[in-house]
């Protein structure tokens, strides 16, 4: 697999499944890292291009005082209907796509030999296809939505409704050519993670 080009791997998995935290291992280990939900979240700025298609969509009346948009008046509305659902990602996600694009072209440039790309939405956006490969994080159903409601002071039908309204694990499974299942100890995650860098380090 010695390449010159920059080696890319997709990295999603639902809600609570420890993006984070094995985005955070992969960036101690010097790998570069590109935030899908980061970039949403700065498109979504006053006056950037996001933050135009929300307001030009959904109205005013989600727009507090200062400009920014209310993200948890929002979330409660696009989790509670599909509708909308499906409106604000088919507004949102072609902008994401390009800036992450934009990102890994500016790697490669640099002549950076692989870069993670973390999208909770990966499969859905069909942004698979771009890369050379994809890692699964998974966990039990019953550790997701504790997660869920630790992390988001979510009640368990509000942390259940979100994850019902995601792809299911079996399906994203049967599309991953790696699977991390983060229900165990951090340590043990750690161990998995650190074991495939290693393998795909040697391999590229």
């Avoid at 994850?163 to 998995?192: F, W, Y």
Wanted: aromatic share 8%; hydrophobic share 40%; charged share 30%.
């Amino acid at each position: 697999m010695k390449q010159n080009k920059i080696y890319t791997i997709g990295l999603t998995g639902g809600i609570a499944t420890g993006k984070s935290t094995v985005t955070e291992i992969l960036k101690q280990a010097g790998i570069k890292v590109i935030d899908a939900d980061l970039i949403s979240k700065e498109i979504l700025e006053p006056y950037k291009e996001g933050w135009y298609e929300v307001v030009a969509y959904f109205g005013n009346d989600f727009v507090n005082d200062d400009f920014t948009i209310k993200r948890k008046a929002l979330a409660d509305r696009i989790f509670s209907n599909p509708d909308d659902l499906m409106k604000i990602n088919s507004l949102l996600h072609p902008i994401i796509i390009e800036k992450i694009r934009a990102k890994v072209n500016e790697y490669e440039k640099q002549g950076v030999k692989l870069a993670f790309i973390d999208a909770p939405l990966l499969f859905e956006t069909g942004l698979e296809k771009d890369y050379d490969e994809v890692w699964l994080l998974v966990c039990g159903i019953d550790e997701q939505i504790r997660r869920v409601m630790v992390r988001d002071g979510l009640t368990y039908e509000q942390a259940e409704n979100i994850i019902k309204n995601q792809m299911s694990d079996s399906e994203k499974r049967a599309k991953a050519n790696r699977v991390i299942d983060t229900s165990d100890s951090l340590e043990s995650t750690i161990r998995h993670v650190k074991t495939l860098l290693e393998e795909i380090l040697d391999e590229i």
